[in-house]
Each structure stands twice: as C-alpha cells, then as structure tokens.
C-alpha cells in the first residue's frame, strides 16, 4: 500500500507490480487484466483489493491469497499474496518509491521509548515520537496502518491536510488518527503518507523486531525545520465498531 498512496488514485495500472518483504518473506503482487488489452484497472481499484485482502489475511492467516478484481463485471485485474522462496528472501529491497526506513533508525532509537526520526530524503522534516506502553495485537497494527495508507492514497501528493478522523484495525479495538497543527501550509499529503511508512516501518515493526514483545500504542508530532505541521496517535480502546474503510473525497 505504500507503493499505491504515491502513485495517484485515478490513474491506470500500468503493468504488473511486485513489492517484498524479506523480513516477513511475503511478496505482494498486483496485475492488470486482460495481458495486452485496454487499461481498465486504476490505482483505487487496486487499492481497496489490497485492503480487502489484507483484512482477510489478518483475520484468517492464510499464507497464500488471490483476489480477482471486477468492474461493472468484467475482471480487470487481480491482487495477492504469496511466500517468498527462502532463496530469493534475503537480498530483496523495497521496490517502492519511497525510501527503507528500516536502514534510517538506528537500534538505539528503536529501543527508546520515545525520540525523533529525520527523514533521510528531507532531512528538515522530522517525526517524535513516545511510545505508551499499551500492548497491542500485530493485526490491529498492520490493519490500522493499511486503512490509513488506504485513505491517504485518496488524496494528491501535494494536497494540503493531514486528516485521518479514525483508521481503524480489523478488531475495532485500535485507531489510528491524524490531524494538522501550527504552520499547516507545509504539512502535504506526501509528508504524512512518508511519516505514516517510516513510524511503521521503523518504529513500531522495528522496535519488535530489535526488542521482542507486543507492539504499542504511539503517539506522534511532524516537524518542518523546527516548526509543528502535524501529529497522529495510535491508541487502544474497546468502543470502536469496525467497518469499512473510511472513504474521504479530497476537496
């Protein structure tokens, strides 16, 4: 999903794509249909196929999963996921135009609890970050952060605002939010979808990984050159009702 939220909401697919995750040895794949014939499968398609399928891995855990996707009844591509071979796992990058934030945070900042993250493509924006200690289930994290990048890949990369009222995880049980603050006029749809990759990637994934344990709740403050745009939670409850992603229309 990470590919998808820079690629544009309204435009073609326009050849097969595959993005891998050596860590987790997974590759996701996605395809437009018919092989040759006109372009009919569009980022948002893909977008909420991916999402689809992702809930459903989340709550089933399967290792293998095609999803056929349809317009108006005619199939006009498909998404999935499948094991990587242990033999091509463990020298494949991020194919996504976005940078690794895996390589970007050293293991001491991955073992506080709290910090701040430069991003390495723009060294003037920056994320702190505090973790709050509240446990939190692997699939509400990973469902939380792919209805967020769901609803971020709705908007241009350069449209001002940082709203995401409430992402929600699989169980209902965690949100993920964000909103603007102070100078608003540098907080781009780009910068949140970048911090929303690195704070999930590099802190939250990357803090299990460097420190065994249920992952935590966090919360979040973005930074231009020293000045607040932006900031975000990840918190637990238990009254959130689960549902469909929350579909926003720029304006």
């Not at 091509?88 to 135009?97: E, G, M, P, R």
């Not at 009222?165 to 540098?186: C, F, M, N, P, R």
């Not at 911090?195 to 999930?200: H, N, Q, S, V």
């Not at 689960?242 to 229309?249: D, L, R, W, Y």
Request: proline share 4%; glycine share 8%; with cysteine.
């Amino acid at each position: 999903m990470s590919l998808l939220s820079v690629l544009g909401w309204n435009n073609n697919v326009q050849t097969s794509l595959s993005m891998s995750k050596p860590r987790f040895a997974i590759t996701c794949g996605i395809a437009p249909l018919p092989r040759g014939g006109p372009l009919k499968l569009q980022i948002k398609h893909a977008a909420l196929g991916l999402w689809q399928a992702g809930m459903a891995l989340s709550q089933n855990k399967f290792y293998q999963l095609y999803v056929d996707l349809s317009l108006q009844g005619e199939t006009v591509g498909w998404v999935g996921f499948a094991p990587q071979k242990p033999s091509s796992a463990q020298n494949i990058a991020l194919t996504n135009s976005t940078v690794s934030s895996e390589a970007i945070i050293s293991n001491k900042i991955l073992t506080a609890d709290f910090g701040i993250v430069v991003d390495p493509a723009e060294p003037e924006f920056s994320i702190s970050y505090q973790f709050d200690g509240i446990k939190i289930k692997a699939q509400d994290i990973f469902t939380s952060f792919l209805d967020a990048m769901t609803i971020s890949a709705q908007y241009d990369n350069y449209t001002i605002g940082a709203e995401i009222h409430a992402a929600k995880s699989i169980s209902g049980d965690v949100v993920l939010s964000t909103w603007e603050i102070g100078d608003t006029l540098g907080m781009t749809r780009k910068r949140l979808k970048r911090a929303l990759i690195i704070i999930r990637e590099g802190l939250i994934i990357g803090k299990q990984h460097v420190q065994p344990s249920s992952f935590e709740g966090t919360t979040f403050r973005l930074s231009l050159r020293g000045k607040s745009i932006g900031a975000g939670r990840i918190l637990k409850f238990n009254s959130v009702e689960s549902g469909t992603p929350e579909i926003e229309v720029p304006k």
